[in-house]
């Protein structure tokens, strides 16, 4: 998993979402706004020309891969509402509430929406650094809640996030993880026959994860790792380089 930086909509597409919202808020006000027709609507609009730019920039922002933006694991298939449609409508267009995810994490968050006084304590990859709440197990490939020293707990939007997307229980995704970090480990480990480039090492880097975990290595608890704590002691000044490119 990696935070996400949201990009923009064209004009055309924006303003279509507005009066799509609109409508629905006006719904919402009268009292006119059944569950059937939450669906009924979304159905009908995600067959129009302006929700196939919503995905085609959900999918620039997944990158080259076009992973989910949950498990960064899977193709992502959906436009998927970070706020549930149903439970939300007056989120049902608003952009900052539309990710890219894949069928089996939309599957399980259905309409998951965990508060704590008010917060979400579900993970939003384009408003969060997923690494400030999530760990990676090196041993099993599970992704876990980050532990807070400070605190003495873990971190509850991790908990709530590992929980509902059972992201410590998915086989298939935890062998991702782990293929991707061993691909990593594989690469530091050789660099000194290498010899490459602050900027041939990043490209690698970026080639080698499918999965995020670069983040996790340079600015999560994976720089407690060995692989990575070994780098940082023997080349500095690639460390220095990789981490300024890999927030």
């Known amino acids: 998993m990696r935070a996400i930086p949201r990009l923009p909509l064209n004009e055309n597409t924006r303003r279509h979402l507005q009066r799509r919202q609109a409508a629905i808020n006006a719904q919402l006000v009268s009292g006119r ?10 159905k009908n609009a995600s067959k129009s020309k302006n929700l196939k730019s919503v995905r085609k920039t959900l999918e620039q922002m ?9 498990c960064e694991d899977s193709v992502g298939t959906d436009i998927e509402h970070y706020r549930p449609k149903r439970t939300y409508p007056e989120h049902m267009f608003v952009w900052e509430n539309l990710l890219l995810g894949c069928s089996l994490c939309n599957q399980m968050k259905d309409e998951h929406f965990p508060l ?54 998915r086989e298939a995704l935890n062998t991702g993880y782990l293929r991707s970090y061993r691909r990593i480990v594989e690469l530091l480990s050789g660099l000194s026959l290498l010899q490459l480039t602050a900027e041939e090492l990043i490209d690698r880097l970026q080639l080698a ?14 720089r407690n790792d060995r692989p990575f ?19």
């Open 116 to 169: 704590e006084n008010g917060s979400p304590l579900l993970l939003d990859p384009t408003c969060d650094n997923p690494w400030e709440h999530l760990d990676f197990d090196p041993f099993t490939g599970n992704l876990v809640p980050r532990f807070n020293r400070s605190t003495g707990c873990e971190s509850p939007m991790g908990m709530k996030t590992v929980e509902i997307l059972q992201l410590d229980r």
């Open 229 to 247: 704590l070994e780098f940082k002691a023997t080349r500095p000044d690639l460390w220095d380089a990789c981490a300024s490119v890999f927030t």
């Open 62 to 70: 997944a990158g080259g891969r076009c992973r989910c933006m949950y």
């Open 209 to 222: 994860d499918e999965h995020g975990l670069r983040f996790w290595g340079f600015h999560g608890n994976g």
């Open 33 to 42: 706004l059944e569950p059937k027709t939450i669906q009924q609507t979304w």
